[in-house]
């Protein structure tokens, strides 16, 4: 049975998610994932916290990752330990994630279509986010993304990038792996994973929207 794995949740460790770290495990557990990966923006210091508290526990595993702002759109880092700074370049944030031989995986690649992500560099990542559960438009950006993964060769990976529970489930990937985090990294560097989803609907967007606006208001 391949495992089912969100590559790209944000906690509260993020400063625009409003994800409580029990509160993920609970809803990872209530859509039958085997596996999530903490990716707050720029920063490691939740994930690996969050990895150490509940990976492993109610079969649950936790990956700990960093959403990074490079100086040309977002990188996903997977099973990183230490934290990588931003606004790099794309090469310079490649070469500290496999220095820590963590995976690079271009996150919600709309960034390569605006000409901002070069493609020369497409080829040194590892996987692309082939399905981005808040993109849109959906259905275009993962056709194209698809495009991308077969001709640079990268594994396919899908992730709710969810800042809100209930958008978790939507999107998953399903890996070929054994419930384990160095099994499930081994996999995508074999290209073993199918990305499969759909886009968050709209009256959870909308939810998600107000709670915003109210985080807004409060803080005046
Ligand atoms: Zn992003
Ligand atoms: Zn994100």
Known sequence: M???????????????SFIAPSELVEYAKKCGLDGVA???????????????KYSGKNGLLII???????RNGHILALNIQKPIPPCLSVQETLELIHAQNGIAVAAHP??????????????????????????????????????IAISFNLAQLAGT??????????????????PNVGDIMEAIRKRETEAY???????????????????KISKG
């Not at 692309?128 to 495009?147: C, D, G, L, Q, W």
């Open 2 to 16: 391949p495992l089912k794995i969100d590559f790209h949740v944000h906690t509260y460790y993020s400063y625009d």
């Open 38 to 52: 903490v990716t707050d923006h720029d920063r490691i210091d939740g994930a690996l916290k969050i990895a150490k």
């Open 64 to 70: 700990p990752g960093v959403e990074i702002t490079s």
């Open 110 to 147: 709309n960034a390569i279509y605006h000409g901002q992500l070069e493609k020369r560099m497409l080829s040194r990542f590892d996987a692309i986010e082939v399905i981005n559960a808040s993109t849109f438009p959906f259905k275009f950006a993962a056709y194209i993304n698809r495009k």
């Open 161 to 178: 990038d969810a800042h809100y529970a209930p958008e978790i489930g939507y999107a998953y990937t399903l890996v070929n792996a054994e």
């Open 197 to 215: 989803g759909k886009p968050i609907p709209v009256k959870i967007r909308l939810e998600k929207v107000i709670l915003d606006l109210k985080r």
